[in-house]
């Protein structure tokens, strides 16, 4: 059974121009020290999970008012079920948009090879040299082997043509505005960039990270658009 923690019934902000669902997913591979769900990334088998037939039941009787389902976490790649979830809620006529961190190269391709997906969006955490530390996850992973995986994904979904963003999430404990122009130079291209400010949901992983101001936002999407022209700041 696919773990599903979380059930949004309606969303005007996570499909962008589509009125959609959104299902969170439990347990991540990250731990990302400003994850705001935290209680999905750690606590793993916790508590009782949404029957995938109830979100189903929910999708088939709002046909025609909704049509997209996003399906975001903790990271939805991890769940085993996820390809015949997916099959299912596309069985019922809708679009489905994959929130990921990108660190599951071949299972984000077995999904688009067998036509599951119809956006992704993929957070890139910070630049090569913070990856890991941005990541939560120093201690347990080879740096060389996340960034090849990192890279992997980025380049499957550049050569796939299925729509999709990249996005980073700006905190000021953890993002300068040379890590910025780092990012910028990496991925340099003309695909989408949002730019999402910090915000403290109160189910964090760690303690003491705050927001960047709007004049640093600026400066940081200013900075980007030399080399990803259609940067944008997310929720401005």
């Not at 340099?188 to 936002?217: H, K, P, R, Y």
């Not at 080399?227 to 700041?233: D, E, G, T």
């Amino acid at each position: 059974m696919i773990k599903i923690k979380g059930f949004q019934t309606l969303t005007l902000l996570d499909y962008p121009g589509r009125i959609a669902a959104t299902v969170f997913t439990q347990g991540c591979n990250f731990r990302c020290p400003f994850c705001h769900n935290a209680s999905l990334v750690v606590g793993f088998d916790k508590g009782e999970y949404i029957a995938s037939k109830s979100v189903l039941s929910h999708l088939e009787k709002r046909k025609g008012k909704l049509s997209g389902l996003c399906i975001s976490g903790g990271e939805p790649l991890l769940q085993k079920e996820l390809p015949d979830f997916i099959k299912c809620v596309k069985a019922l006529g809708y679009k489905v948009k994959l929130d990921t961190n990108g660190s599951l190269p071949n299972s984000l391709l077995s999904l688009l090879e067998a036509g599951l997906l119809d956006y992704v969006a993929m957070d890139i955490k910070n630049s090569r040299e913070k990856y890991l530390i941005t990541s939560g996850i120093e201690t347990l992973i080879n740096d060389d082997m996340l960034l090849l995986n990192i890279q992997k994904s980025i380049d499957i979904l550049r050569s796939w043509g299925v729509p999709f963003e990249f996005r980073t999430t700006v905190v000021r404990e953890l993002h300068s505005l040379d890590d910025i122009k780092q990012i910028g130079e990496w991925l340099a291209g003309d695909e989408l960039f949002f730019l999402q400010n910090f915000v403290d949901s109160g189910d964090l992983i760690s303690s003491g990270l705050t927001a960047c101001t709007n004049d640093e936002m600026e400066g940081m999407c200013k900075c980007l658009k030399r080399f990803l022209p259609n940067v944008a700041i997310r929720g401005k």
